[in-house]
């Protein structure tokens, strides 16, 4: 049997009170509260993560890190900017800290050193070269991870003691630079090792704009694995490029990469004796801006013909980047040929250069 509520003998002045309150604006309407307490909640921001490399952060697009087998580097949780490292190598800075959130890799490690204040995190590569996966992941529902990295660990470079690796044409690099080289005032003047590039891997998206595919080597070869270098600065650089061309109205995906990283021996090939081409070393890309996809620059002059003269337009984008971004480097303007559009070299050497 169900017994009725029995009415309090208080229940006429409350209500008339409740009347009161509502028409003085002290306490909401009914369907005011009803609406407040069906709305949807403010969505948490998406966890953000940002590579810092040798001290400088990079642009929030670069989505890839490069570690040798077993290299570790910090995972920095709630820090601000002013704590990130300014020490040589990779760190991984959460700006937009997730919580309760953890960091979770399909083959690296995770550590946490809990002697100090913060406990201080790292993760470490596979001992083994091949791409991992590194993802911020919602205790609540690990499967959905809700921001990810993906690491490459390298084939050494001592490996290549001949030149090939597997069957691979590396090709020769040269001997050390001395100190006083003019060219050891670049940030890189040698390599770490080699990606790994699979028939399966290709597709994977180092940056917002830039695949693994777009920057392998164009020699022929049948069939993979391949292999390349890669410094992430020309994928820092390439999203910067990318921003600006947007701020004109130049969709993101409009820039096209013409050439990437080229081992030594199809470098010299293609006739470029520069021996420590950019390119050779892994912080170049040759690009053009193709908004209608045909392969070939656009006529960014409106000139109403395809030029030199576009490229050069493009060039003072790069001028512009160089000008502000703490990626400095080399560029400049190329002409048509038989096989190709004009384009714009742009790499990331860490001091300006022209020709």
């Known amino acids: ?40 909640q403010a969505a948490r921001a998406s966890p953000q993560i940002t590579v810092v490399l040798d001290g400088d952060t990079l642009h929030p697009n670069v989505k890839s890190v490069t570690l040798r087998p077993s290299e570790s580097m910090p995972l920095l949780d709630r820090v601000s900017h002013d704590s990130l490292p300014q020490g040589p190598g990779f760190a991984l800075w959460l700006a937009e800290p997730a919580a309760p959130a ?60 001949t030149e090939r690796i597997d069957t691979y044409r590396i090709g020769r690099y040269p001997p050390p630079l001395a100190d006083t080289a003019p060219q050891a005032r670049a940030r890189r003047s040698s390599i770490d ?30 069939g993979y694995p391949r292999y390349l ?35 030594p021996y199809y470098n010299r090939r293609i006739g470029n004796r520069t021996a420590w081409s950019r390119h050779v070393m892994g912080d170049a890309a040759d690009v053009f801006v193709d908004r209608d996809g045909d392969g070939n620059m656009d006529d960014l002059d409106g000139d109403g013909r395809v030029s030199l003269a ?38 990331a050497r860490g001091y300006r250069a022209r020709w």
């Open 229 to 263: 270098a890669l410094d992430v600065r020309i994928l820092d650089k390439l999203e910067r490029l990318t921003d600006l061309l947007q701020a004109e109205g130049i969709p993101g995906t409009a820039l096209t990469i013409m050439s990437g990283y080229r081992t």
């Open 102 to 161: 953890r960091w979770q890799a399909d083959r690296g490690s995770i550590s946490v050193e809990r002697a100090g204040t913060p406990a201080r995190t790292h993760y470490t590569a596979p001992a083994t070269a091949g791409i991992d996966r590194l993802r911020i992941v919602d205790d609540g529902s690990p499967a959905r991870p809700l921001a990810e990295i993906i690491v490459l660990t390298l084939i050494p470079f001592e490996v290549l003691r």
């Open 1 to 40: 049997m169900v017994v009725p509520f029995a009415r309090s003998s208080l229940a006429g002045p409350i209500a008339a009170l409740l009347s009161i309150l509502v028409t003085l604006g002290c306490l909401p309407l009914p369907a005011e509260r009803m609406a407040a307490s069906t709305a949807p």
């Open 193 to 222: 090792g080699f990606v790994e590039v699979t028939h399966e891997n290709r597709p994977t998206r180092l940056s917002s704009h830039v695949r693994l595919r777009d920057l392998e080597c164009k020699q022929a070869h049948e």
């Open 310 to 347: 576009d490229a050069e337009v493009l060039l003072r984008f790069v001028d512009a980047l160089d000008a502000e971004s703490p990626m400095v480097g080399g560029a400049s303007a190329y002409p048509a040929t038989a096989s190709h559009g004009p384009f714009v070299h742009l790499d």
